[in-house]
Structures are given as C-alpha cells and as structure tokens.
C-alpha cells in the first residue's frame, strides 16, 4: 500500500468557528486548524485535506454548480478558503493543488460568497476584507476587479437570491442594504442604514409562548406598536428620539447571523441567542418573532431551506432543530366601496379585514442534544443544499456527526373532533393530493354545458392531441430524496377534506466522524515495508494522546483503523513489537516524592487485547522514561528515570536482566541493526529438518503468519539472534552492549567528544551512528571509516533523531524545540527545514511514514505526512486508498462522469433499463468502461429499483440523477421543466386553448388525474392510492394550483398560485401597518393587485393632521369613482403617461393599473429598466396572453449581451409553456444533451406538434447528440440517435462506420508484434523499502 501526503486532523481552534459548507457535489468541506478538510457525506471518510494556509482557516465555501456541464466544462470540485491573515486560496480538490491564491490585507477575511449572475463567468468571488471593504476577485486568476469601501465596519453580507443586485451588510450598529451590486463596477454609495427599534413594550412576554401570542392580543392597532421595526436613517439620535416615541435602538453586536430568506423573496433573517427576527424588507418591518423557550436551549446557527419555507436551527447544547412555517388561509378582501367611511380617527381599533397575521414557525423535530462541558462547545453546523434533510454539526473536539432528517406516518386527528385543540400541531402533509377512498371527488372538470368558453377552445388541441406514454403506472415506491419530497408546501391551496396520511418528521445519526485527541503526545510508525510482508504491509501509525487513547491510523487511506482507550493517564511512548502489536506506557504527573504507578501495556492490533507486559506492579516506582525494541523484535529495554534499566524477552514476556544499582544513568539509547542472523541462517540451512522454519518468521511476526508446525514453533522459540546496543550516560560517555539470550555482554566505552554537550538522542543505521545534544550539535560518526564529524545547527536542543527506512537511504529527521529539519547524513547537508510557530504550529514528535515521507505531530492537535520539503501534506484523491468507494462525478474522468449521466437519464438504445456498460469504445474505452460500471454500482438499491420504472419518464429521472449528481443547473431545469409539462398535459387532456387559461386563483381550472399517475408515491403526489387501470383518462379531476412550484421559484409560478401567494402578503403587510408609509405601500400594492375597495379604505385612514391628507381623500374618491363608472379613462391614461415622462414611475404605474392598462405599466416599467417589477406585475394582475407577452421581452432582455443570463430565461420559457422556443434557445446555446433529453420528454408527454419546423429541429437536435454520445465512446447509443436524425444522421452514421473499419483495418496490419499496452509491475520501493536487515 503508498503512503500518500496528507494531514491526521483532530480538535478545532475557536477561530474555525463558522468555517464549514456542504457543497452541491455532496462533499463536506471544514475548517481545522490551518487545514482544510473535504469529507464524502455518503461513506462519511475524509478524501482530501488541503495544507497551504499558514493561520487558522475562518471561511471556507464551495463554488456553485449553478451553469451548464459538459466536456470543455466538466465536474471539477473548486473550493475557497480564507484564513486569518487575509489569504484567500482557491483549491483544485480533486487534485490537491492551488488555482489561485490572492489577499488584501492581513487581517481575518469576514466573509466570502461566490456569485452565480452570470451564465459566462461562474468564478466571481465576492469578500468582506476588514476593516470596511468589499471585494470582488476573479477566483480563476486571482485579479481583484474592483473593491468597495464602506464607512462602517463590517461583519457579514447576504446576497438576495432573487435579484443578484441586492446585497445586504450587517455593521456594528446597523445593516447597510446596497441595491445596484454589479460585476462590472462597485456600488456606487455606501448603502442605506437601517437601525431596528425597540419599543419600549416588551415583545418577548407573549412571544416566549411558542409564537401564539397574537392570538391572545387585543387591540389590533396597539398590538402591532409592540413589533420590532426596521426604520431607516442616516443619523441615529435622530431618527430614534427616545423622549417623543419611547423607542430605543436594538444593538446588532448581538447579532449572530444575518441571512435572507432562501423561499420567500424580500425576506430577511437575524439570528440573536434568544430569537430570531423576521423582517419583510418591502415594508421594513419584522413580520415574526421565533422566541426560543424558556427550557430551551439559545440558538447558535440558522440554515433556511429552498425548496420549503423551514428553518434548521442549530442549538448551543448541541441539538438541531426543524420549525417549518404555520400555514394561515387568508380571507378575501371583502369591503364594499359604499360601507368605508373615513376610518382616521380610529387608532386602535381592527382595521385589517382578517386582523393581524404573524409569521410563525412551528417547531416540528428536534434531535438528541449533547453532552457539553467546560471544553466541549458545538462550532457550526452546515446543510446539504441538495436535499435539504441532511446536516452535519461539528463539535470543537473534532467530531462530526451526521443527522437526516427522515418522515414516519402520524396518525391525523381530524380538526372538527371535541378532542382537537388549538395547541395541537397538525401533522405534515406529503406533496401533492390524494382522492378518498369511496371515489368521490369534488374536484370534477366542468362539462361542455357549463364552460361554453372551454368547449370551444377544446376544439383546437383535440385534433393536435398524442398518445402519451406517460405517466405510467409504477408500483415501486418514490424515494424521498429532498425535503421537498416530504412535506409539501406551506403556501399550496386549501387541502380537500379528504383522509390524507399525515407525516411527522425524526431525526436519524446517519454517521459520526472523529479526528485526533488533543494534543496528540506521542506518534510511532510500524516496522517498515520490506520484501517479505510487502503482500501483508499496512503502513499503520499509532498516536498516543494525553487522556491515555491510543488510535491507529492507516495513511494509505487517513482513516482511522483501531482505538484503545486502555490508558488512565497520558501516554508517554509507543513502540512497536511487531504488524500487528505494540508496547505502550504512561504514567501520571509524578508528586513530590517522583514515584509513579507505570502502565506498560502490549498491545494486540488483530484481537484487540491488551495485557500488562511487566506484571501488576502493586508499589510506585520510578517513572519509565525510554522504550526500546530491538530491531529484530526479540528485546525490549525499560530505562526508568531514578532506576537501573531493565531488559525483556519480548515473545516470552520475562525479564531477562536487571542491572545494578551502580550502573551508569542514561541519557541515551538506541539498538544497533546488526546482528549474527546471516550466520544463524547459514547454521539453519545445513539441518534440512529446519530449513524451512526461518527464524525471520518468527522474529518479524507480520499479519496473518503463522508457524507450520508445533515443532517447528518449539524450534524457533529455542533460537536467539546476538544484538547489540549502545547508550550515553550523563557525562556523555558511549557504552557498547551485546545481548543474547539472557546473557548481556559488556563492550567498549567511548569517552565524550569535547565539541558536545549533554547527549539527548543517538540514532543507528548500518554503519552510520549520529548524536544529538542539548546545544544542538549533530555528531556523525562513519563507524567503517572510523570517522566522526560534528555539525553545529544552532537551534538548540535536539529532542529527537530518526533515520529514514530503505537501503541505502542515509535522511534523518532531526526534531529541535522550535522545528524540525531534514539531513543528508552521507552528504552531511541539510535537505529541508520547518521552523515554528512561522511555518506551522509546534513540533512535538516526528517519524518517518515511508522513505520519502517525515510524519510529524503537532500541538494544534494535527499529524502532518508531508513531502520532504514539510511544506505540502495533501495529494490527489484519486491517489487515496479509499476503503469504501466514493459515488462522485466528480472525482472521476469528465467522460466517465458524462457517460454514467446520460445512461442513468435515458437509454432508449437498450430493450430493458441496465446498470452494466459493455460496448464502450475509443481511447481509453476499457478503463472508463470499468470506472463507469463501478459508480452505476454504487448508485443506492431503492434508486436502481425506481429509475427504469419512473412514471414520468425521462424528465424525472433527469430530475432524480441531477440531485443524484448535486448539479445546480439540471436541477432548476428539470424541476420547472417537470412542472410545466405535467401542467401542459393537463390542460391538452382538459381541451383548454392556452390563450384562455385563467389567470386568477379562483380559476375554474383542473387537472384530470388518471389511475396511473394516483398510483404511484411520485415527487408531487406521493400519498395516492393504487387504481385496478392503467388508463390515462379518468372522471377525476385535481385543482391545477394544487401542482404549482413552491414560492422559491417565484416569478416562475403558476399565475393563480402566485396571485394569491400576493394577496396573502398584502394582508400580512395589511396587518403589520404601522406608519403612514406602511400604509401607503399597502394602498399602492392593493391598487396593483386589483383589491380597489380594500384600497379605497386605507387612503381614507389618513390622519387629518397629516400633510398628505387632501391628496389622499382625493385618491380615495378617484379610485371609488372609476370602479363604478369607466369615463374619463383617456385622460387618466394621458395623465400617468406625464407623469411617467417627468420621472413619476409609481405614480403613473398605479393609475394605469387603475383603469386596467396593466398591461401598458408593465411594458413602461420595462422600458425604465424595472425588469422585475414589471414581471411581478404581469404575473398578479394579466391575463395569459398579455402576461406572456411581457414574460417573452423580458427574456429577450435576459438573452441580450449586456445581461447574458440565459439559464434564467430557459426557466422563463418554461413557466409559459413555450418548450419549442426552450429548444432553439438550447440549440443555440449548444447544451445539446440536454436540448436532445428535453425533446424526448416533450415527445413522451405529446406536448409537441410535430410538423416540418419542428420535425427540423428536432432532427438538428439529435444529430448533435449522436455526435456527443461517440465523442464518448458508445456507438450503440449514437447509432440509435443518427436513425432518429433523418438524413444527415445516416450520413454520420455511414461516416463513422467508414471510420471504425479503417481504423480496424491498420491495427489488423500492424501485426500483433506490439502485444498491447506495457504492463510494469513497479513495487515502488521508495516508498518504505527493507530496512537493510535482511
């Protein structure tokens, strides 16, 4: 087994403290010390640890996924560290290596973001470098392309993840919110400050009670004034007048976090110990208060989920908590225009129709929490972005543990029971709907009699209509691989009161990862590699800790093998008796009379035992202080520190030889490598009835050895090899002993050379001896040549002299106070040198992993086995011997990885579904064949079960193998993608012209469910029952809103979903109100909406003192008189298109809104450059066609060079249907393999008309990715393709097979002379080659 570079990590430093992402590639990167750490969540083994950074890492993130993968692009895992000196490092993980590596100041970088804006730079790394910049560096060149001072300083920032150009920043005292962030240029002001208020009512009394306390409020008015709010102001005493409105300032510097809300847009998060503050940052104000309980424990983190509105809270006592978001129904804004009066005088009373509606979320699941001590604190906790249902919680000794969240049945208690209660917390629902039992369905599309408007238009897509080949009915249960596929959304319609099974969520330990024990005392490598336990070896390292643990490290894979907690005290020294055994001591602190109880244990690695090697010794003693093994295992000498050494017989456990009292005090000792075992042997071999037992055998016991036979066992035991040893007193005078059997021999004296001090340390190998001294002189002595040289190293006291293994290998690993170095003791230079604490943290014991590679233990709790410089202790993964395999794409060839994708996505080519690949071709065709066949083997049970039977085809399992992949792109693609065909399939089935959808969410529109598709547990309807017929028509119908996409994809929603997702937040803003500028937000977003009447109320709210009064009387009146008469619309329209024209945007918006000119505000917001304002508008009040035609300018705008956003607009295309459009732009763009799967799925769910045009593109389409799939090597795949691409695919297909007989042709020719590729069997000796014994 190779010993690779890399890093033994253990407990963390405080300044770790938040340095830790779970990535897309579903990789686990954390910060340890100065190291970083990447570990596989699935196996949970480290695979990588990056050693470049000098200080502690404080932030470490991995790049996004969020772009288009292909071969000129493929996986590759980019990862950016900072540490507390500015430095930045951009890692190549895979390989170990640096990308980039830049800095801008020297003190600790405060935060890091990479940004996703745009399709054709993926590299843009933003920073917060203190004290008060924000920089933005290209993270593939390392060139900082622009940088921005602001006038605060700085602690965090948050980018909005619905508009890139928001970007919020959390100060000392207030929160900066910058709206014009660009990659071209810095923002061009320093913010807007806002400071939160503190009424002087206290808020925690009733919101302590689990977020219930509205319910127990009165006085709507006065109870809203008990809110935080969120006002904004340059200078602070100005804006908080504490004598006039009794309102002080919440300080931020205890502000744990600061996040937005990642479901929800226009939401902002604070984090603080006891609470967490929601703020709606279109009305500047906090809509919720999640108080922690009384028994509870402070919050420490927060994480909030995508693809649900829930929040992962990480606790200080350890636990993880899930609180998902209270459903509310919201009622109808129901005021009739001739029943509001003028409401101004009233200031306390209920104004808002449905009263005050707080944002709670509910506590659902809480995991086990930990034990935390003086020394033990929890550090940080991330989330798996793809699943959302996976978190890992770091502890600052080192662990890690991994919890999934998982879902068990609940039994529902129906609400209209007497036993149901308020308090009781309603179990989660699974995604999607399900009939009843008895078949009745309310939910029934209205016949022909009823929608003449619907007959008529189902005339058209009925000629049109194509036999689907999905959904199909699928008995194999959907594997719920995200939160999303869990529970089902927070904002959905109002359920059908129909029996559903309900759901409660539990947390599971998936896994626990350990590091070292700090500080790691004492290391010691096993015997080395040699050529008779080569087929046996593992390069095993053993670590003794202060707290008696003792844990063995395979470095051919980093993990840990065994632990022996065997140890009642700190571990003094190991040393290794064979493979497979070790001796190991420890004592406690002496007192005052110097006597210890010594704990000498031998160690059995295959077994696990562990015995007293020297007795139970009931008295104290002197304190061991040295433990020597010979060199053939057969001796051990015990030198005590106040006591005569002693010598053992290692295989019988029995002492050998006591020395006198008056022998001489060792400072020094070491085992000599030479021996009489050659003449032993020579002896051995003329008795033919021994030859065969080599003592050899018996002395160097490796793994799995044994002895033939008994006799021969009693044999061996008779025999004894002579061995020799040597140490210096205190004088340093050098001894010379010779040993066999129980008979120790006394040899020559050496007086002490006069250039050295006091003799620490000696090291032997062949006929080179080399001594180190207190003063840091190194002593080597050519013991053939009879020649000795002393060098002066000036660094002080030498600790520790160790030769490297291998013949011939004359490197010595020399260990001082401050460092270590690397000598050459032929040449008598030194190699390398490591000071401390400049280069690393301090040096405490070192050794040698292999020939080439100095291993050695730091106090920061880290085992370094690096190169020969000590300067780089990281590899390649691939490298690794990983002992379980790794399923990633990324960590394999780019043409692997794509070739698993696209036969895990579709095999059209194959009669039935198959996870073996045998006819790969090309270079290299048989090693990516067995690399491709090893990950589909990897792929979980319940998913090999479920892709071949996916009952939407191709679109799902492109969904399943992005998620399976962590592919950013795919994912957003296919789950709109998914979406939008399911719904377009409906509406065909319905016979419903596109043009005349409804747009409200009172629609009439519904959505045929077939028995096929309420059969099986899919990703949006998992809780359906199985019906006795396959066929696609059914008498059933589910509400088509019911299917929308969660409000993370908000503008990309169904039109009746998001308008009524609106008008629930308007009355939520309804509520909150509580200023004038509130009130006129709420007002305008009403007018907008379409809820005149509701409009009409609140301008008439305004106070009669207040200086906009009369303006806002006359708006009232202006509204109220144009919705019951619609004269005078022309001069309205020339009035808000003057006011547009003189830079009045809103104003001339909402009058146009006013007289139902929607449709013309949104093509002026468009033109003033409001893209998403005009968006938002054409989705809440447009009908189709209009909105469609604001959504399709609006992608021309996100094609258009300046902004280069297509990904964006692909999902835009997606939401309106227009999947011809989504495939031209996707040809364009080349993403053939995905153009090339999304026209099968359009084809499979016949929401396609196939005529000359698009019969053309489609063609096209799949011409190219014939051409991609035989750039990777499956010509069955391509042949398939080039039949499905009319001519030009049988011109391609005629072409290649011209090809492939050429080629076959001239290696036919060239003969079989070359017998194929060259196979070397290199054993690679450096790598701990024999060390010269044999």
Request: with cysteine; net charge negative.
């Amino acid at each position: 087994m190779k010993t690779l570079q890399m890093a033994l990590t253990g407990a963390l430093h405080h300044q770790n403290k938040g340095a830790s992402d779970w990535g897309w590639p579903g990789l686990l990167a954390y910060g340890c010390q100065n190291f970083v750490v990447v570990v596989d969540t699935r196996t949970v083994q480290v695979i990588q640890t990056l050693d470049r950074h000098k200080t502690n890492v404080v932030k470490v993130k991995w790049a996004r996924e969020n772009y288009h993968h292909d071969l000129n692009l493929p996986y590759t895992l980019r990862l950016a560290s900072a540490d507390s000196h500015g430095r930045i490092v951009v890692w190549d993980v895979s390989q170990g290596l640096i990308r980039a590596d830049f800095y801008d100041g020297t003190k600790p970088v405060q935060d890091l973001e990479w940004l996703s804006t745009q399709d054709a730079c993926p590299t843009l790394l933003a920073a917060i470098h203190p004290p008060s910049s924000v920089v933005l560096w290209n993270a593939d060149t390392g060139t900082k392309l622009w940088k921005k001072n602001f006038n605060e300083t700085l602690l965090s920032f948050a980018f909005d993840p619905f508009n890139p150009a928001n970007m919020t920043l959390l100060a000392n005292d207030c929160i900066l919110f910058v709206s014009d962030f660009m990659t071209s240029r810095p923002p061009s002001g320093t913010g807007r400050r806002f400071y939160i208020s503190n009424p002087s009512s206290p808020v925690h009394s009733g919101a302590a009670e689990g977020g219930r306390s509205s319910e127990r409020r009165t006085g709507g008015r006065s109870a809203l004034r008990r809110n935080f709010k969120l006002l904004v102001g340059d200078v602070k005493d100005s804006v908080f007048p504490t004598s006039k409105g009794g309102e002080d300032t919440v300080t931020l510097n205890e502000c744990l976090q600061l996040m937005y809300l990642r479901s929800c847009r226009n939401h902002l998060l604070l984090v603080y110990s006891k609470e967490l503050l929601i703020l709606d940052l279109e009305i500047k104000q906090t809509v919720g208060i999640v108080a922690i309980e009384r028994s509870g424990s402070p919050f420490l983190q927060v994480i909030a989920c995508r693809q649900r509105d829930a929040l992962l809270c990480l606790h200080e006592n350890g636990s993880v908590t899930v609180r998902v978001r209270r459903k509310v129904v919201m009622g109808p804004f129901s005021t009739p225009v001739d029943q509001i009066g003028n409401m101004a005088s009233q200031q306390t009373g209920d104004l808002s129709p449905l009263g005050e509606q707080d944002v709670t979320y509910e506590l659902r699941c809480q995991s086990e929490a930990l034990r935390i001590t003086k020394h033990i604190r929890i550090s940080g906790m991330a989330a798996c972005p793809v699943n959302e249902r996976s978190v890992a919680v770091f502890v600052n000794d080192g662990r890690i543990m991994f919890w999934n969240l998982t879902t068990i049945p609940a039994v529902v208690q129906a609400r209209d029971t007497p036993n149901h209660t308020q308090t009781h917390l309603s179990p989660l629902h699974s995604p999607g709907f399900s009939l009843s039992d008895s078949g009745s369905d309310p939910y029934k599309y209205p016949s022909s009699s009823s929608s003449s408007e619907a007959s008529t238009a189902a005339a058209s897509p009925a000629k049109t209509a194509k036999i689907c080949s999905v959904p199909r009915m699928c008995n194999v249960p959907h594997t719920k691989m995200a939160i999303c596929d869990m529970i089902g959304q927070t904002y959905g319609p109002t359920e059908p009161s129909v029996d559903r099974q309900g759901y409660v969520f539990r947390f599971t330990l998936q896994g626990l990862l350990s590091g070292l024990p700090l500080p790691p005392t004492i290391i010691k490598m096993c015997p080395p590699l040699t050529t008779k336990n080569w087929n046996v070896y593992r390069p095993l390292l053993a670590v003794g800790s202060s707290h008696g643990l003792v844990q063995v490290y395979n470095l051919s894979s980093g993990l840990l093998w065994r632990e022996f907690n065997i140890h009642t005290c700190q571990v003094r020294g190991l040393e290794w008796t064979s493979l497979t055994s070790f001796l190991s001591f420890a004592y406690p602190s002496p007192g005052q009379s110097g006597l210890v109880k010594n704990e000498l244990l031998l160690v059995n690695l295959q077994t696990g035992s562990s015995e007293l090697f020297r007795g139970d010794k009931g008295n104290d003693e002197s304190p061991i202080e040295i433990v020597r093994i010979s060199h053939l295992k057969q001796y051990a000498i015990i030198v005590f520190k106040d006591k005569p050494m002693e010598l053992w017989d290692i295989r019988s456990q029995t002492l050998l030889r006591e020395m006198p009292k008056n022998f001489p005090t060792i400072s020094a000792l070491e085992w000599s490598p030479s021996n009489n075992l050659k003449s032993l042997k020579k002896k051995l071999s003329q008795d033919p009835t021994s030859a065969a037992a080599s003592p050899t055998v018996e002395l160097l016991p490796t793994i799995g050895t044994e002895t033939k036979t008994q006799t021969d066992s009693k044999k061996l035991a008779n025999l004894t090899v002579r061995e020799h040893f040597v140490f210096t007193d205190s004088d340093g005078q050098l001894y010379h002993f010779m040993v066999e059997g129980n008979i120790v021999k006394d040899g020559s004296k050496i007086p002490p050379d006069g250039t050295m001090g006091a003799i620490t340390c000696i090291a032997w190998k062949g006929d080179t001896m080399v001594l180190g001294d207190v003063d840091g002189n190194i002593n080597i002595w050519d013991l053939k040549a009879k020649i000795s040289r002393a060098v002066p190293t000036h660094r002080g006291w030498i600790k520790k002299l160790k030769f490297a293994p291998g013949r011939g290998n004359q490197k010595i690993l020399v260990l001082y106070n401050d460092g270590a170095e690397v000598w050459d003791a032929k040449e008598v230079e030194m190699v390398s040198s490591v000071k401390c604490p400049r280069d690393m943290a301090k040096v405490i014991d070192i050794d040698w992993a292999s020939s080439d590679k100095p291993v050695l233990a730091c106090d920061d709790g880290t085992v370094r086995v690096s190169d020969m410089d000590m300067k780089n202790a990281c590899a390649p993964v691939t490298e690794r011997d990983i002992t379980e395999p790794v399923f990633s794409p990324h960590l394999v060839p780019p043409a692997a990885a794509f070739t698993v994708k696209y036969l895990l996505q579709h095999q059209p080519w194959n009669t039935d579904f198959s996870y073996s690949l045998t006819d790969l071709h090309g270079k290299n065709g048989e090693e990516l064949q067995r690399i491709v066949n090893e990950q589909l083997q990897l792929i979980p049970s319940d998913l090999q079960e479920y892709l071949p039977v996916c009952p939407y085809g191709t679109a799902q399992r492109c969904l399943i193998v992005s998620r399976l992949f962590g592919d950013e792109s795919e994912l957003h693609f296919w789950t709109v993608a998914l979406h939008n065909l399911r719904r377009e399939q409906a509406r065909l089935a319905a016979g419903i012209d596109k043009d005349l959808l409804p747009s409200t969410p009172t629609s009439d529109m519904f959505l045929p469910v077939d028995s096929a598709s309420s059969s099986q547990g899919d990703l949006l309807a998992s809780e359906n029952t199985v019906g006795s017929s396959g066929d696609t028509t059914s008498s059933g119908y589910f509400p088509l809103d019911a299917l929308s996409l969660d409000t993370c994809y908000d503008i990309l929603c169904d039109q009746p979903f998001f308008q009524k997702y609106q008008l629930e937040r308007i009355n939520l803003h309804d509520s909150k109100r509580a200023t004038y500028e509130h009130t006129q937000h709420c007002a305008e977003k009403l007018l907008m909406l379409g809820q005149s009447d509701r409009a009409v109320q609140l301008y008439l709210e305004t106070d009669a003192d207040n200086d906009n009064y009369f303006s806002d009387s006359l708006r009232a009146c202006l509204i109220a008189t144009i919705r019951s008469s619609g004269a005078s619309q022309s001069t309205i329209k020339l009035v808000a298109t003057n006011l547009i024209a003189n830079g009045k945007l809103p104003e001339g918006v909402q009058l146009l809104c006013l007289i139902d000119k929607a449709f013309d505000a949104c093509r002026y917001l468009q033109d003033y450059g409001e893209w998403d304002q005009a968006a938002w508008l054409a989705k809440a009040s447009l009908n189709n066609v209009e909105c469609s035609e604001v959504m399709k300018r609006w992608v021309d705008h996100l094609c258009s060079s300046a902004v280069n956003y297509k990904s964006k607009a692909i999902l835009v295309l997606l939401s309106l249907g227009h999947f011809l459009k989504v495939l031209e732009l996707l040809y364009s763009m080349r993403h053939f393999d995905r153009a090339a799967l999304f026209a099968e799925a359009c084809l499979e769910f016949g929401v396609l008309i196939l005529n000359e045009e698009t019969s053309s593109l489609i063609e096209a389409i799949f011409l190219e990715y014939a051409r991609y799939l035989h750039n990777l090597g499956n010509l069955t795949a391509m042949e398939h393709y080039c039949h499905k691409a009319g001519g030009k695919g049988q011109q391609l297909l005629r072409d290649v097979q011209m090809e492939n007989a050429q080629l076959q042709e001239k290696t036919a020719g060239e003969g079989s002379g070359d017998g194929g590729a060259d196979q070397e069997g290199d054993a690679d000796t450096s790598e701990g080659a024999e060390e010269g014994l044999l």
